[in-house]
């Protein structure tokens, strides 16, 4: 059997509900959970739909053996105890015994967790050919350094984009699973996912208002006749 720890906290006329689920057997099991709370259900979102394994008013998991996992939620009703209860436990067996579960890792575990995160890909007529010519290119030699704390924060952006590709690239539950790892844990991967939307956003604009500023750096550097003011003066 699977125990649960929860608690809650009233915040701004909110109840939040913290649990922690954990598998103290020696088998792997599918545990649901369901808001006991005498009111509707608000679970955490992921990209605007409720977050992996919630339907209506449960969350579902699968636990390996001494593993524990977190989950939470909210409803406006007055906190009771106790707030969240188990309707489901049950062990899942290699074969599905009894469940129609199958445990071997497949392709669809990796692929839940990158649903889960969102494709990060951007469109691929955004993206230039490899070996398109480059005007700039030709035209400038080789491109100059930028400011350092560009660069850090360039190297920032670059960092974050990497663990999210990596996660969309995973084709396995284990390499999914060392991709979580190397971030440094789910919360950091979806973080990462969070905020390479606002990261794309932000290069997008700095990409406007830099060509914008170059083109009139250029244009008044090519009109400005220093002759004249060196006479002058």
């Known amino acids: 059997m699977v125990e649960v720890e929860s608690r809650t906290r009233r915040e701004d006329g909110v109840t939040l509900v913290a649990a ?15 808001n006991a709370l005498d009111g509707p259900t608000l679970p955490p979102r992921r990209h605007g739909v409720p977050a992996d394994g919630w339907d209506g008013d449960a969350v579902t998991v699968t636990l390996e053996p001494g593993e524990r996992e977190g989950v939470g939620f909210a409803s406006h009703t ?9 309707v489901e436990d049950v062990r899942v067996t290699p074969e599905g015994v009894g469940n129609g579960v199958d445990s ?19 469109p691929r007529d955004a993206v230039p050919a490899a070996n398109a010519p480059s005007a700039e290119r030709d035209r400038d030699g080789p491109e100059p350094d930028v400011p350092p ?6 190297a920032t952006v670059e960092s974050r984009v990497r663990t999210v590709e990596a996660c969309a ?4 539950l284990a390499e999914a699973t060392a991709v979580v790892d190397d971030a440094g844990g789910l919360g950091a991967v979806e973080r990462a996912v969070e905020e390479a939307a606002d990261d794309a956003a932000t290069l997008r604009a700095v990409e406007r208002r830099a060509a914008a500023l170059a083109d009139r750096a250029e244009g008044s550097a090519e009109a400005t006749d220093l002759a004249p003011l060196r006479t002058l003066s």
């Open 149 to 154: 704390p560009v660069a850090e924060w360039f």
């Open 169 to 172: 690239g995973a084709e396995t």
């Open 104 to 122: 071997d890792p497949t392709p669809d575990d990796a692929a839940a967790l990158v649903r889960r995160l969102g494709d990060p890909a951007p």
């Open 78 to 86: 007055a906190p009771e105890s106790p707030a969240i209860r188990v």
């Open 20 to 34: 922690v689920v954990r598998n103290g057997t020696d088998v792997r099991r599918r545990v649901r959970l369901e």
